[in-house]
């Protein structure tokens, strides 16, 4: 039973293996300059995948604020922010600059199938000093669904500047590590046989 027990320890230790992955919005002026498209490489231990951010309604356009269309913002409803992923990965937390107090100068998110939700820094969950927004609970993106941004009204004017994602390690994986845990298993059992 105590090897049984190893087995298992190893293979949640594995899986627990995958960490976080931060991506910083500002300062990207020459990934983000000139195109309403463009695709980011980003690897989570070992798994590599990419990151495609659309704009509409301009271009995208990044410096020291934060990332916008067609400059460092978006404003209004007619400017829009599209994040999706190559590979299924777990929402973490997206951050802000420059967002309002009231609905009106606030941000409208939608993540995946998620009701859209309306963020300003006067509501609880949204801290006016950090303009994070932290679901209560990890939200699962397949790949390819996406993660929008647009104004709450057409006066609002925020822009995005950092987003957090892990990535979900395909279940062949799992499996390859629930395999090598009982190859190495029944090799110890063999010699100390």
Same mark, same amino acid.
């Given at each position: 039973?105590?090897?049984?027990? $190893? ?19 500002? !300062? ?5 300059? $000139? ?12 798994? @590599? ?11 995208? @356009?990044? !410096?020291?604020? $934060? ?38 100068? $606030? ?10 939700? !309306? ?62 845990s009982l190859m190495a298993l029944m090799v110890r059992r063999a010699s100390r046989a």
């Amino acid at each position: 039973m105590r090897k049984i027990a $190893g087995v298992l320890t190893l293979v949640l230790s594995a899986a627990a293996g995958f960490c976080e992955v931060v991506y910083d919005y500002q !300062n990207q002026g020459a990934v983000f300059d $000139g195109t309403n498209r463009v695709h980011v490489a980003l690897s989570d231990s070992g798994i @590599n995948f990419m990151m495609t951010v659309a704009g509409t309604g301009g271009e995208l @356009n990044s !410096n020291i604020g $934060g990332l916008g269309v067609g400059d460092d913002q978006l404003d209004g409803t007619s400017e829009a922010i599209t994040v999706s992923f190559s590979t299924a990965v777990d929402f973490v937390s997206i951050d802000f600059g420059a967002v309002g107090t009231t609905i009106s100068d $606030g941000v409208q998110l939608t993540v995946g199938t998620e009701s859209p939700r !309306n963020l300003y820094t006067g509501i609880p969950g949204f801290n006016g000093t950090s303009k994070v927004y932290t679901p209560a609970s990890v939200i699962r993106l397949g790949a390819g669904e996406t993660i929008v941004l647009t104004g709450s009204s057409g006066t609002s004017s925020f822009d995005l500047e950092r987003i957090t994602v892990m990535a979900v390690p395909e279940p062949a994986t799992g499996g390859l590590l629930l395999l090598g845990s009982l190859m190495a298993l029944m090799v110890r059992r063999a010699s100390r046989a």
